[in-house]
């Protein structure tokens, strides 16, 4: 079923690209964008990427609370709960991503 994912982290570096790349591979009918919460790193979140998504993924309670403070129409928001400790594409942070979505529960 095609639906649109956007994935947040604080920076738009390490997890949420892991994240998207990671939910591209498993759902090829997906379109999925990742963006940061931050100024000054790439691809900010904004109002016509939250309009355009039909679910949104955050790593940690504290973005959720950003995000609605931010932005108007915040719909079906879900806080994956990954710390920030880990490096891009490294395997350690897809066993956590794996382990987050290991049931299906979060898709």
């Known amino acids: 079923m095609k639906k649109n994912v956007l ?3 604080d ?3 390490n997890r949420s690209p892991t994240v998207a790349k990671f939910l591209q591979e498993r759902h090829s009918d997906w379109e999925v964008q990742h963006a940061g919460l931050y100024y000054g790193y790439p691809l900010m979140v904004t109002q ?3 309009d355009w998504s039909d679910v949104i993924y955050v790593m940690e309670v ?3 609370k950003r995000l609605h403070n931010k932005f108007k129409n915040i719909h079906h ?3 994956l709960g990954i710390p920030d400790e880990y490096d891009a594409f490294s395997d350690e942070l897809y066993q956590e991503i794996r382990r987050v979505f ?3 529960r979060y898709e």
């Open 77 to 79: 928001v879900i806080v």
């Open 62 to 64: 504290a973005q959720l």
């Open 48 to 50: 016509e990427l939250v």
């Open 7 to 9: 994935v947040v982290c």
């Open 11 to 13: 920076g738009n570096i």
């Open 102 to 104: 290991h049931d299906d």
